[in-house]
Every structure is written in C-alpha cells, then in structure tokens.
Nanobody, 121 residues
Framework: QVQLVESGGGLVQAGESLRLSCLAS????????MGWYRQAPGKQRELVAT???????NYADSVKGRFTISRDNAKNTVYLQMSSLKPEDTAVYYC???????????????WGQGTQVTVSS
C-alpha cells in the first residue's frame, strides 16, 4: 500500500525558510515522478514543483528562485526547500506521486495527507 507522509510544516515569519519532507513507502520510489502542491483556504489546489525520476524539475512561476525540490532515492524521500517565504505561501502542502506508465505498467497518482505551512507578516 502506497503511503506518502509529509513533515516539516509549521509557523514561520516572512523571509524565513522551511524544508518539507515526504517519505514514501509501498512503492518503487526511484521510478516515480513526484510533486509538491499546495492549497490555500478558499482556493484550488495548485502545483508548486515537480521532479521526475531523472531529477528534472519544474516550478510554478510564483516560487521560482525561492523554492527547490529535490529527492533522495536512498531514503525514499522528496524534499521542498522553501526560502524567502511570503504570507501568500500560507497553505496546506501536499506531496504527490505523479501518475505514469513505466515498463508496461501504469502507476496511478497518489496524494499524501498534507502539512500546514503558515507564514506570518
């Protein structure tokens, strides 16, 4: 059974940094494309960043230059380093295994439960 467990959220002041972690289990992590998404109150869930199995990355324009996504396949973990945080970054942050075909098999998308990030001004 696939499990994605996020950690590292919390309350910080504007300009500070946080690092989120997502520990994956029940899956072949090294072949998975992974992503971080966020959902602010009253808003739709949005893409923050993705990283492929080959470590190619993609970022939302709103976080480029401030956030960095990375992965450690030996630890089955994907990270989101967030710097220069702004109040508008306040949201629940979700880890996701992106759906993909690999080696003739289909791997569906899967979400973690989320971790709250609150940035005060």
């Amino acid at each position: 059974q696939v499990q994605l467990v996020e950690s590292g959220g919390g309350l910080v002041q504007a300009g500070e940094s946080l690092r989120l972690s997502c520990l994956a289990s029940g899956m072949i992590f090294s072949i998975a494309d992974m992503g971080w998404y966020r959902q602010a109150p009253g808003k739709q869930r949005e893409l923050v960043a993705t990283i492929t199995s080959r470590s190619s990355t993609n970022y939302a324009d709103s976080v480029k230059g401030r956030f960095t996504i990375s992965r450690d396949n030996a630890k089955n973990t994907v990270y989101l380093q967030m710097s220069s945080l702004k109040p508008e970054d306040t949201a629940v942050y979700y880890c996701k295994r992106e759906p993909r075909y690999y080696g003739g098999s289909y791997y569906p998308g899967y979400w973690g439960q989320g971790t709250q990030v609150t940035v005060s001004s």
